[in-house]
């Protein structure tokens, strides 16, 4: 995988932020870089890694399945809307955090978006 230079946008496993996206594609544009989606799978100690089908999300959406549907969708978006612009996606498996601190050494910038994760946020 490489990030060099690029601006990369990380999504979760739910559906992509079509804001987030669409404001990832917008700063690759003004730097004049390339746009990378990325999404990395997380999973429990003692299980087993996530394997995706495909190297790439780059498929068609009646094959796409897990990582692949999220990542293909956002891929879809980005196209549609920013056809000028280079857009492509990866698939990693890991912590996010720390891929993300690593891949952040050689990208432009690194968009992220929050989760909402737990009980009060879901209130507002």
Known sequence: MTYEDAVVVAIDEKDPDPGMLRWAAVEAVGRGKRLVVVHICEWLEGERPPRPMYRS??????????????VGAALDLVRGEFPGLTVTA?????????????????????VVGARGVGGFPGLL
């Not at 780059?58 to 549907?69: A, F, S, T």
């Not at 698939?91 to 050689?106: F, Q, Y």
Request: glycine residues 12%; aromatic residues 0%.
């Open 90 to 110: 990866e698939i990693g498996i890991g912590r996010p955090t720390p891929a993300l601190l690593k891949l952040s050494e050689d990208a432009a910038m690194v």
């Open 57 to 70: 999300a780059d498929r068609p959406p009646g094959i796409r399945v897990g990582p692949e549907r999220v």
